[in-house]
């Protein structure tokens, strides 16, 4: 049994793209906006270029708030990637709906959830680590 209105693997990925690239654009502009100005001043203040400016101070120093709201964006990700399961996008949410909602099979969606906790819990192990890792 399928989803009576299915749009495919295909046309979930622009969706997808379009829902998390603001989200994406706007952690990462978080991220650069806790830099502190005085080191922005002192870049300046040496003579740095406005790209030696971004790469020197605003990239170093924001390396580790990047990792942190990269790992949310993905975790995010993840979410969404189930949540497109129920239209025919593929994956764990197609899986959960198909053999766990649709066949009445509560064990097969409660794998499905757990899967995806323990693929979220690594994700953010990793993540956590990456941003302890490069912090100064």
């Given at each position: 049994l399928r989803v009576p209105f299915t749009i495919g693997v295909k046309g979930t990925i622009f969706p997808l793209i379009v829902g998390i690239v603001p989200f994406f654009s706007r952690q990462i502009e978080a991220a650069l906006n806790e830099l502190d100005g005085g080191l922005i001043e002192a870049?300046?203040?040496m003579g740095l270029s406005p790209?030696?400016?971004i790469y020197?101070?605003?990239l170093k120093e924001s390396i580790g708030s990047i990792a942190r709201v990269t790992t949310i964006t993905i975790i995010s990700l993840i979410g969404l990637t189930a949540i497109v399961g129920v239209v025919g996008g593929g994956g764990i949410g197609d899986y959960?709906?198909?053999y766990g909602y649709q066949q009445n099979?509560?064990?097969a969606t409660i794998a499905c959830i757990l899967v995806l906790l323990i693929?979220?819990?690594i994700v953010q192990v990793v993540g956590t680590l990456i941003s302890r890792r490069?912090?100064?």
């Amino acid at each position: 049994l399928r989803v009576p209105f299915t749009i495919g693997v295909k046309g979930t990925i622009f969706p997808l793209i379009v829902g998390i690239v603001p989200f994406f654009s706007r952690q990462i502009e978080a991220a650069l906006n806790e830099l502190d100005g005085g080191l922005i001043e002192a870049g300046q203040v040496m003579g740095l270029s406005p790209f030696q400016i971004i790469y020197s101070i605003y990239l170093k120093e924001s390396i580790g708030s990047i990792a942190r709201v990269t790992t949310i964006t993905i975790i995010s990700l993840i979410g969404l990637t189930a949540i497109v399961g129920v239209v025919g996008g593929g994956g764990i949410g197609d899986y959960a709906i198909q053999y766990g909602y649709q066949q009445n099979q509560q064990d097969a969606t409660i794998a499905c959830i757990l899967v995806l906790l323990i693929i979220v819990s690594i994700v953010q192990v990793v993540g956590t680590l990456i941003s302890r890792r490069v912090e100064h």
